[in-house]
């Protein structure tokens, strides 16, 4: 069975200083996705970050890194130079295939920043 | 501009009434999802979409039905039979097939917030 964990209910950061947010995975599909999602308290999903299981390296997208690490399954997410506006919800989710692809989330991190 | 909508964004109901929330996307994606939230919880699958007239039990799809005339459209009813509706309801859409496009990235509605009374 698929699953997604992330162990860290909430986090503080300072403002400008760099924050990891957690995610383990467990899933005997050998082509896999990880994504990551910024939820503010308006609800919507922000798309930040993608990670194929068959990637060589880790992705990046401006501020934000996965640091992917296959052996231990895990795929944590890191904000470089944190900013007031990253303060939200942050969702680990893993693609796996499922007939289609079909996607499991984990329950959340919720960052705060501080000025 | 390509997205998708939900309507409405806040929804009340009494017990015992049946209520639809309405998912339309105009980025002409052929699957397309129904996820609960709730507090402090991730993302649950409810249905699930590939095509027009086909969709696909997610893990919490009792008290839930849906339907996907069109490939645009892909509303959700949440049946008196739901004992506990009251969530954030999220539609969500991604381009077709198993292979098509290295993400394979969901793209989000805005959501709809069910109240029962």
């Known amino acids: 069975a698929q699953k997604i964990t992330q162990t860290q209910p909430g986090m503080f950061v300072q403002e400008k200083e760099a924050v990891t947010l957690d995610c383990t995975y467990d899933?005997?599909?050998?082509?896999?996705?990880l994504f990551w999602y910024k939820q503010p308290s308006s609800g919507e999903m922000i798309f930040l970050i993608y990670?194929?299981?068959?990637?060589?390296q880790n992705a990046t997208e401006g501020r934000y890194s996965l640091n992917f690490q296959k052996a231990r399954k895990s795929a944590n997410l890191v904000i470089s130079a944190s900013q007031l506006g990253d303060s939200a919800m942050y969702f680990c989710?893993?693609?796996?295939?499922?007939?289609?692809?079909?996607?499991?989330f984990g329950t959340g991190t919720r960052l705060k920043v501080l000025a | 501009d390509g997205g998708i909508t939900q309507s409405p964004k806040y929804l009340f109901r009494k017990e015992g009434q049946n209520v639809t929330l309405s998912c339309e996307q105009n980025?002409?994606?052929?699957?397309m999802y129904w996820y609960r939230q709730d507090p402090g919880q991730g993302l649950r699958l409810i249905y699930y979409?590939?095509?027009?007239?086909?969709?696909q039990k997610g893990d919490i799809a009792e008290g839930y039905s849906v339907s996907r005339e069109k490939k645009e459209s892909f509303p959700l009813t949440v049946t008196s039979a739901q004992k506990n509706p009251t969530a954030f309801y999220l539609c969500?859409?991604?381009?077709?097939?198993?292979?098509?496009?290295?993400?394979?990235?969901?793209?989000f509605g805005p959501g709809t917030r069910l109240t029962v009374l």
């Open positions: 899933t005997s599909d050998p082509s896999y996705g």
């Open positions: 980025l002409n994606h052929d699957a």
């Open positions: 989710a893993m693609r796996y295939t499922s007939g289609t692809y079909k996607y499991i």
């Open positions: 979409s590939q095509i027009v007239n086909d969709f």
């Open positions: 969500a859409s991604r381009p077709g097939g198993l292979w098509s496009g290295s993400y394979n990235e969901q793209f």
């Open positions: 990670q194929g299981s068959y990637d060589q």
